[in-house]
């Protein structure tokens, strides 16, 4: 079929998209990613001469690169529709290169989405290359391979092979290892609370203890506690103070690629790979059916906050059909952007919010659907009235202590109409109505319960808090957050326990490593500050030689006093206190790539290996013979099994306790349950309660 223009972009999923949309006349090809790229086998950057990038065809990509450049031939013009960011950038121009095209053409389409509308718009307005833009990305590219590629040989010196090291994830790694020393160096204090269950005739209400004789009082011990409990000598305790407020609660602001991430997580429990993966697929496009495959939402790796003047149109028009007028904001919301933001384009919002969640259920899958219906809430609830709380607050007293009460109840629900955020443990604000009380009436006081409490060390990171962290100081961009948490457990430097971050025994070394000989990598300041000097880069403030000069010439000292000064660290192993059954010669327990576990000590005349396993003390309940071992899938979940594998394929999602059901006699396993455990039967409706 004949064609007059070539259209090259990324993926074979959004060329299928844009074709459809550009007629006959155009052909849309993928290059599927990136065509050049520094080579994998050496530095591939002349330090000596000025930085000079040796850029190489990546291997495997022949046969693109000879497809693209015979269509390229064959068409009057060729359009380089790359993503609209520094990466998408770098790669029209380096497709630019390969396919001999004039830099100064005006080839360069961009679009923040992939609707007809937009990408018709983005090809009457053609431009040239952004050689800035391509020179922030290079400049990031060359600083981290300048990193990797000098401490890395150093590491596998050293320590062991396949180590690496980057300029944000080592500073990810050290987070997470302060924080984990945080924990280690935790003292729990003790402190005890006081909370009354009080009552108005048949209407029950709680309040806290507050202080006595007007004075806020702290509770150390239990001694603290009797004397406050010596004063309290009947029941009755007076109303002295009733304040009722207005409260406003203002929506949170379109999704950037990082709020995304972290909501995600916490709404969803996606991981933030997955999270990426599936923002990927709505934007390239979904087949809906006679309208054909469309882009469901803007592009997702952005730092901005903002909407477009349309999009704010079509969602005050939805918000006032479907709920009415009233919640319409009409107050201009001001987004204040984040330190260092680029603010490039838009905010993750849904290419029009007409198309709503319960519209494109049949369209979507599970996920996509989840996190598109989190998208399309999230961008409406931006743009609504505050939800509005009556507050109460209640002062109870007797003999001098105080006791307070503090009640809310939804008088006008706005935004929460449509979205209801979460906090960091994902759990919502909901009512506490309080009864009606006035100043001079008496409640009674049913109970007071008194509760021993310590102090609890700092949580390690999940991976939303750590985004948030990175994000807060400035470290790494949208597009880094997801490739660095990937790499840091991969490397096997940290692990996810209970979707925590936990640095291992490997993270701990090298983090170390890093920490004494290369402070410059790990100072969250001046790695910050190289992220605004890129952003310069980006707008043409700055010359990219220049700044990556100004970060090497340090680092070059770094690493010649490393060279000199790092010892070898022997990583020893560990008496596994048990005998090979091939060869009889002592077990040993190794550290490789994906953790601890059993090898022979003959190595290499015995290759024997064998997985650690860790007894949870219950026998099995199938074979009664074997004893119940924690195992891992290969999605990594845990579960359950017989250590007799394969004579017995007992298999078990939730952990059994070792008793069985007093009903039916099957088993009894503990399951996790909101806020807790429960001890249920594994063939029946049969609970029991568990403290937890």
């Not at 520094?86 to 380096?94: F, L, S, V």
């Not at 006008?412 to 906090?423: C, L, R, T, W």
């Not at 000199?564 to 596994?576: L, S, V």
């Amino acid at each position: 079929m004949a064609y007059k223009y070539l259209v090259i972009v990324e993926s074979p999923a959004k060329a299928k998209t844009i074709e459809k949309y550009l007629g006959k006349n155009y052909k849309v090809v993928a290059s599927v990613g990136h065509v050049r790229d520094l080579p994998k086998s050496k530095m591939g950057i002349d330090v000596e001469n000025n930085y000079e990038p040796h850029y190489i065809s990546i291997r495997g990509k022949g046969d693109v690169i000879k497809s693209l450049r015979s269509a390229a031939k064959k068409a009057e013009k060729v359009f380089l529709a790359s993503d609209p960011d520094r990466e998408g950038e770098a790669i029209a121009w380096h497709l630019s290169f390969l396919l001999g095209l004039n830099l100064e053409d005006k080839n360069r389409v961009v679009f923040n989405e992939i609707t007809k509308d937009a990408v018709k718009a983005a090809f009457k307005e053609p431009r040239s290359i952004d050689v800035d833009l391509v020179d922030a990305q290079q400049a990031r590219r060359i600083l981290d391979r300048l990193v990797g590629y000098s401490i890395s040989p150093i590491l596998w010196r050293k320590v062991k092979k396949g180590l690496s090291a980057g300029r944000v994830q080592s500073i990810a790694l050290k987070m997470i290892m302060d924080r984990e020393q945080e924990i280690r160096d935790f003292k729990p204090e003790e402190y005890w609370s006081l909370d009354g269950n009080f009552q108005k005739e048949r209407k029950k209400f709680k309040a806290s203890f507050w202080g006595v004789d007007g004075k806020k009082k702290k509770l150390p011990n239990a001694a603290s506690v009797k004397e406050v409990t010596d004063r309290i000598s009947s029941e009755n305790f007076e109303i002295t103070k009733v304040e009722k407020k207005e409260r406003m609660r203002q929506a949170a602001a379109p999704f950037t690629t990082s709020s995304l991430q972290q909501e995600a997580a916490r709404k969803l429990n996606f991981r933030t790979r997955k999270t990426m993966m599936v923002a990927q697929q709505l934007y390239e496009g979904i087949a809906l059916g006679k309208q054909g495959t469309v882009g469901l939402i803007t592009y997702m790796r952005t730092d901005s906050k903002r909407l477009s003047d349309t999009a704010k149109v079509e969602i005050a028009e939805l918000v006032e059909t479907t709920y009415g007028s009233e919640y319409i904001s009409r107050k201009v919301k001001a987004q204040k952007k984040a330190a260092g933001s680029q603010d490039a384009h838009e905010a993750i919002r849904p290419t029009s919010v007409l198309r709503t969640p319960e519209e494109m259920e049949k369209f979507l899958d599970k996920d996509q659907l989840k996190l598109y219906r989190l998208i399309w809430s999230r961008t409406v609830a931006s743009q609504m009235t505050p939800a509005v709380f009556d507050t109460m607050k209640v002062t109870l007293e007797q003999n001098g202590v105080r006791f307070i009460a503090n009640g809310s109840k939804i008088k006008f629900k706005g935004f929460m109409q449509v979205y209801i955020e979460s906090n960091d443990d994902g759990k919502e604000e909901k009512d506490n109505i309080l009864p009606d009380l006035a100043v001079g009436e008496t409640v009674t006081s049913v109970d007071i319960e008194q509760k021993q409490h310590f102090t609890q060390p700092p949580a390690r990171f999940s991976e939303a808090t750590l985004i948030k962290t990175l994000e807060e100081n400035g470290v790494g961009r949208p597009s880094t957050y997801a490739p660095t948490l990937e790499t840091i457990q991969r490397r096997y430097y940290v692990k996810l326990a209970q979707k925590r971050f936990e640095p291992t025994e490997l993270g701990e070394i090298v983090n170390a490593i890093i920490v004494d000989f290369f402070p410059q990598i790990i100072d969250i300041h001046f790695t910050a500050e190289m992220e605004r000097d890129l952003d310069k880069i980006a707008e043409g403030q700055e010359e990219w030689k220049k700044v990556v000069d100004h970060f090497y010439r340090p680092f070059e000292k770094e690493l010649a006093k490393a060279e000199e000064n790092i010892e070898k660290i022997q990583i020893k192993d560990e008496p596994a206190g048990f005998d090979c059954d091939l060869c009889g010669q002592p077990m040993v327990i190794k550290l490789g790539r994906y953790g601890k576990f059993y090898a022979c000590s003959n190595f290499p005349e015995c290759r024997n290996t064998k997985a650690i396993v860790k007894e949870i003390g219950v026998t099995c309940p199938a074979c009664h013979e074997g004893q119940i071992i924690e195992r891992k899938s290969k999605k990594n979940r845990l579960f359950y099994g017989c250590n007799r594998y394969p004579e017995c394929e007992f298999v078990s999602w939730d952990k059994p306790i070792g008793r069985n059901c007093p009903k039916c006699d099957h088993y009894l396993v503990e399951k996790k349950v909101k806020g807790g455990k429960q001890i249920i039967c594994s063939n029946g409706d049969y609970e029991e309660a568990v403290q937890k």
